[in-house]
């Protein structure tokens, strides 16, 4: 069920934008027609599996491969010793002492997670490459493990010692006067404790690439699946001790993302010395249990000492917090997380007093890598959780003290305490769609009906905010000598010889219908149909169609990715025009592109062009264009959005440029004997601003709902005190099936972003807003059941049970002073 | 003394074509059918036979192809993904995955669509409940399997 609310009048919808059309990209993949990366082959392949560390930490005493290399058909090995003379370390962008950690592609003497590659063996088959594998020898002296963020920060056990802590980064952020805040405040809540736990979006398809290596121009191809291609040739080249003019990456078809294909520069670089050490291509497919274990999981955050000033009617005037963020054993793409939170400081509230205290630290389990909401999803948790609390605590109404502190649609554009700004939406009108959706009203007799049928029903809201096209400034408030700002994605259109307009991207889509949604634009600039536009899929190097930060991630591509397509569909469409114009001797004024036609509007018949005819003019009949007159008919444009430059002494500034806004709600059946939760009721409505394609847009908020139920339930990487994952796989890692989802009703609205090209923002990563809601209903649930109070994300049945038992143990972490 | 067979011929029928191949014994179906046979089609998203990515149909019978060895096809009859569309022209059931947005990354969707084909082979016209049973052994990470279970009662229904 869709119900749409226009907020405000769009302009675009009579073209093809707006509408729902089929994606293009279907036919070839219904019909397993797709390319995926491990369905490429190239003649003399070898396949690459990597020995990895099955201790949390260790020393490396000594690694033989001479058995390996015995085998009939295995091509050859490589350790952390060639590694640490053939590259130099991946560059870090925190200051010290994160900054002087040293990370290589394998581990050099010394592991520091399970699953960290230690070694990598190449070999005709992939079954001989496992078995060759296991016959590598890896002899370890075990060390004392850290598993738990608080530990790390005693540094009593030190990962790095370069780094000679386990701080990576730490920072204290402080707007307004959070002091007086609590000073003048009826009461002060405060909350021992909350975690955010570990989970990730977990692909379908796992990482990978094939790698070829040119002996003759020392260039590798990489035909892949990393999501940030240009970031990840930023960090490679270096390492490789080579220009980034070296590097080519290629993706086809991608098998889902959501962040986790950004950090995949450590075994792509495995993968080019192996291919340089081999003279052969080599690929590399990681296994399942390889990606859980050592590849990317989301950040895990704990909130400490958190006080939250209220006012008697229930304003809310700010909050303090200590942050403690685990990054798992190497920072990667951190410290960036330190920071990115901070594009939704206030969360959806009003509140203009805030100090956040933030420490990142590392501990012996998987590196993190962005995750599908990244940051901003663990932040906004907080924020939820802070009015769920309250709520309790003081006897509100969470629907009327959300209203109450919701920044107001006539607040627009509204700056935040840190100097972002919220170009568009109305909060509130968003949450009653959501109550409306999920019949509010009916709360208390449903609860009636379970309490009869021995379950405990409870209700939740999660307000949540999609900040989209970051300002990669916001790097410089971490470490001010990094050199990164603003933005950038870039496009070209082309119409060629037969008339064929044709669309390369910088993007790297993973699902998300770019092909699709560019084919809209460019044919509503040009006057013709999606059919008619080609729109390549993948991204790759050669097309010179990119730009430095280039990918897909981040919630960008409907600002940048469809900004760039605009931009030079609009250069090509004003030269088509020129060039019409002077074939058939008429004022520029006087043609339009329609119909897959150059014309004179009300013209007679003849006096149109088809774009055959112009793209054979320009391409292979040309003698008679004069000299000072030469159209190209193909135009690259690079959409850099304008944020100006952040300020680093008050860590202020245009962190991101547009936010999406998604409201859930949910009701839960709390089943009191076991501690099951059962989702009876959801609703979530999103505003976007305008939707280029409102049924792509409805399914990505399928899809994030769907990984913030299976995060709230039951998605949780799981550490022994050995450092050991217990959740491995598909079956400890319990991912939602079909049977598991509820039956979703989705709302849309539209508040069109003033700023973005198309009035279209970003949108994919609004799921937290499932965490927050079934946290929230969770709480209601068990509010007639000792009243437990809801401090970790992930509540699968024993946690439940653990709070229905005891819910005293969390009533502890609450305090009220109220004066 | 000679041991066990490292490899044997096999004889099978794959989307209508007859094939002799002599496989390794160790090699799982679903690596014979892809980097064997080229049918690439059919995916691989997890060790554990917990995803569904790699359902394929012997004999009729939708089986993941990753927890089977290509030797315990001798004698099938297999279909994979590629074998649906009839030249060209795409099921009534491809049709809706187009039509209802059940794809996304499409990495998922040829296990989907052989999990589905088989259950409208049997129940022509399923209920919701029906299609969330039989496609409780396929993941997909991107839908929430809501356009998915939409187009599959499509195409039961004909619509």
């Known amino acids: 069920m869709t ?105 050099v003497g010394r592991v520091r997670h399970m699953g960290e590659p230690v070694a990598a063996v190449c070999a005709a088959t992939r079954e001989l490459a496992r078995d060759a594998a296991d016959m590598v020898e890896v002899e370890y002296d075990a060390l004392p493990v850290l598993t738990d ?60 690439a094939l790698v070829e290596y040119d002996r003759g121009t020392g260039e590798w191809t990489l035909t892949c699946n990393h999501q940030m291609p240009g970031v990840g040739a930023i960090w490679m080249a270096p390492a490789l001790r080579v220009g980034i003019d070296k590097l080519r990456f290629v993706t086809h078809d991608i098998g889902g993302g959501f962040g986790n294909k950004i950090c995949l520069h ?51 005037t ?108 109305d909060y509130a009108a968003a949450l009653d769609l959501a109550l409306e959706l999920i019949d509010h009203g009916s709360i208390e007799a449903r609860r009636k009906d379970a309490e009869a049928r021995g379950k405990l029903l409870g209700f939740g809201i999660g307000s949540t905010l999609d900040s989209g096209t970051n300002n990669f400034g916001q790097s410089t408030l971490l470490n001010p000598d990094l050199q990164f700002s603003g933005n950038n994605e870039a496009a070209a259109v082309k119409l060629d010889i037969f008339g064929e307009v044709v669309v390369t991207l910088g993007t790297v889509p993973q699902g998300q219908g770019h092909e699709t949604t560019a084919a809209q634009v460019v044919a509503d600039i040009l006057g013709c149909t999606p059919d008619q536009v080609n729109v390549r899929r993948g991204h790759d190097t050669w097309f010179n169609s990119h730009a430095g930060f280039s990918g897909t991630y981040a919630s960008q591509f409907a600002f940048t990715g469809l900004g760039a397509v605009k931009g030079a569909a609009e250069l090509l469409r004003d030269e088509m025009v020129k060039l019409a114009a002077f074939v058939l001797q008429a004022p520029e004024e006087a043609i339009e592109l329609a119909e897959g036609f150059a014309r004179i509007k009300d013209g007679p018949e003849e006096a149109a062009l088809p774009f055959m005819a112009l793209g054979a003019i320009v391409n292979a009949n040309n003698a008679f264009l004069p000299p000072d007159f030469n159209p190209t008919l193909n135009h690259r444009y690079v959409c850099r959005p304008y944020f100006g430059m952040v300020d680093t002494e008050k860590k202020t500034g245009q962190l ?8 859930h709600a949910a009701v839960v059946e709390v089943d009191p004997e076991t501690g099951v939760v059962d989702l009876v009721d959801y609703a979530a409505v999103d505003d976007c601003g305008v939707r280029i394609n409102p049924q792509i847009v409805e399914g990505q908020v399928h899809g994030a709902t769907a990984h913030a139920i299976g995060a709230a339930l039951s998605e949780e990487f799981v550490y022994d005190e050995e450092g050991t994952l217990l959740t491995s796989n598909f079956y400890d890692y319990h991912v939602p099936h079909a049977l598991d989802m509820p039956p979703l009703k989705t709302g849309a609205m539209e508040s069109p972003s003033p700023v973005a090209p198309l009035g279209a923002k970003g949108m994919g990563e609004g799921g937290g807003g499932g965490i927050h809601c079934i946290c929230a209903a969770i709480q209601d649930a068990l509010a007639s059941a000792g009243k437990a109070i809801v401090y970790d994300s992930c509540n699968p049945p024993h946690r439940v049970w653990s709070m229905l038992q005891d819910p005293e143990a969390t009533r502890a972490n609450v305090s009220v002073t109220s004066r | ?36 046979l080229g049918l690439t089609g059919t995916h691989v998203g997890c060790d554990t036979g917990n995803c569904g990515a790699c359902t394929v149909h012997l004999n009729g019978e939708p089986v993941k192809s990753c927890m089977l060895l290509a030797v315990q096809a001798d004698g099938a009859g297999i279909t994979t ?64 399997y809501v356009n998915i279970v939409e187009a599959v009662v499509a195409a039961g229904k004909g619509t």
């Not at chain 1, 975690?195 to 990978?208: D, I, K, N, V, Y």
């Not at chain 1, 999803?377 to 605590?393: C, F, G, K, N, Y």
């Not at chain 1, 991101?656 to 409201?663: E, F, G, H, S, W």
Request: aromatic share 8%; with cysteine; proline share 5%.
């Open chain 1, 3 to 107: 119900t749409v609310t226009d907020q405000a009048t769009t302009t675009l919808k009579k073209g093809f934008v707006g509408q729902s059309i089929p994606r293009k990209e279907d036919k070839r993949l219904v019909q397993g027609l797709g390319t995926f990366f491990d369905d490429v082959r190239r003649h003399g392949m070898g396949y690459v599996h990597f020995v990895r560390s099955p201790y949390g930490h260790a020393k490396i005493v000594s690694i033989d491969v001479s058995k390996a290399l015995e085998l009939d058909g295995v091509y050859g090995t490589i350790t952390g010793d060639e590694v640490a003379i053939q590259t130099d370390p991946f560059f870090e962008m925190s200051v010290e002492p994160g900054g002087n950690i040293k990370d290589y592609a394998l581990a």
């Open chain 1, 149 to 208: 963020s608080e530990e790390a920060f005693k540094d009593e056990v030190v990962l790095h010692d370069d780094a000679g802590s386990n701080v990576v980064w730490s920072g204290v952020f402080d707007w307004g006067d959070v002091d007086q805040a609590l000073a003048e405040a009826d009461h002060v809540v405060k909350i021992e404790r909350l975690h955010f736990h570990r989970f990730s979006s977990t692909p379908l398809e796992c990482a990978g």
């Open chain 1, 266 to 316: 450590p075994q792509y670089v495995v993968l080019c010395l192996m291919a340089r050490k081999l003279a052969r291509p080599v690929q590399w497919t990681e296994w399942r249990t390889d990606q859980h274990t050592a590849n990317a999981h989301g950040n895990e955050r704990t909130f400490l000492d958190v006080e939250v000033a209220v006012k008697a009617d229930g304003e809310m």
């Open chain 1, 318 to 425: 700010g909050f303090k917090v200590r942050a403690l963020d685990d990054c798992g054993a190497f920072p990667r793409y951190e410290p960036l997380g330190c920071i990115i939170w901070a594009q939704v400081t206030p969360g959806l509230y009003a509140w203009r007093n805030i100090r956040v205290d933030f420490t990142q630290v590392c501990t012996n389990k998987s590196p993190v890598s962005p995750n599908r909401g990244y940051s901003r999803m663990q932040h906004l948790w907080l924020t939820e959780r802070i009015i769920d609390v309250v709520a309790s605590e003081l006897g509100f109404d969470p629907v009327e003290l959300r209203k109450k502190n919701y920044v107001k649609t006539e607040q627009m554009p509204y700056e935040t305490p840190n100097g972002c700004v919220y170009d568009s939406g």
């Open chain 1, 656 to 663: 991101t440029l547009t936010y999406a806004t998604q409201i």
């Open chain 2, 1 to 36: 003394m000679a041991g066990p067979a490292r490899s044997r011929t096999i004889s099978l029928d794959v989307n209508g074509e007859q094939i002799e191949y002599d496989v390794p014994a160790r090699r799982l179906l679903v690596h014979f059918l892809r980097d064997d």
């Open chain 2, 81 to 144: 993904v590629e074998g649906l569309a009839q030249d060209g022209e795409l099921t009534a059931l491809q049709q809706a995955f187009n039509a209802h947005h059940a794809l996304q990354c499409g990495y998922c969707t040829p296990g989907m669509l052989m999990s589905a084909t088989a259950l409208l082979s049997k129940n022509p016209s399923p209920s919701e409940e029906d299609v969330r049973i039989a496609i409780q052994g396929n993941i997909c990470r991107c839908t929430g």
